[in-house]
């Protein structure tokens, strides 16, 4: 499985924040203000983090070129959605971690010209990290955000680099 990186204590509550624009309300509230954004912005990608935000995309229409998901909503499992995608793919990804798997996975599905779904057996979240700094510039990554709504972030070179940093903080130690 190969676990490339490790969530620190430090990070844990640092991402708890919003990475991008919090679109707060129902679900038709925020699907409808995403959709203003999109046809506004014309993102060369959407991609989806979670399932429930994932479910709600294909349901307004919006639907993603990459969704990552884990068949999980607030850490409990539900009943898995099947979601329009041209390619599945499954990955291995223990919480608090990125594994080498699930990075390569989710490189390749933005590369794709087909739609993929990535289903993860662990945790997808922090995945999002990984969409952000591989998502074509001006791409947007989505994902939920417990209790208050939706997250988007725009793909720009300054995210990029602030979750590039990120990144280097939860980089592995080779020696382990």
Do not use: W
Request: glycine share 6%; charged share 30%; with cysteine.
């Amino acid at each position: 499985m190969g676990v490339e990186y490790v969530l620190t204590p430090e990070l844990r509550e640092e991402l708890k924040k919003p990475l991008g624009i919090l679109i707060k309300g129902s679900f038709s509230e925020t699907m409808k203000e995403l959709k203003e954004m999109v046809a506004r912005d014309s993102p060369p990608i959407i991609i989806s983090v979670g399932d429930t935000v994932s479910r709600n995309l294909h349901q307004y229409r919006l639907h993603p070129k990459l969704t990552i998901i884990d068949n999980k909503c607030m850490r409990k499992s539900i009943q898995g959605t099947k979601l329009p995608a041209e390619r599945v793919v499954h990955v291995q990804n223990t919480q608090g971690t990125l594994t080498k798997e699930a990075i390569r996975a989710t490189q390749d599905g933005m590369e794709s010209k087909k739609s993929i779904e990535i289903v993860v057996d662990g945790e997808e979240d922090l995945l999002t990290l990984i969409a952000i700094v591989y998502a074509p510039e001006n791409g947007y990554i989505v994902y939920g955000q417990p209790h208050e709504g939706i997250v988007v972030v725009k793909a720009t070179s300054t995210k990029k680099t602030e979750i590039a940093a990120i990144l280097k903080a939860m980089k592995k130690d080779s020696k382990n």
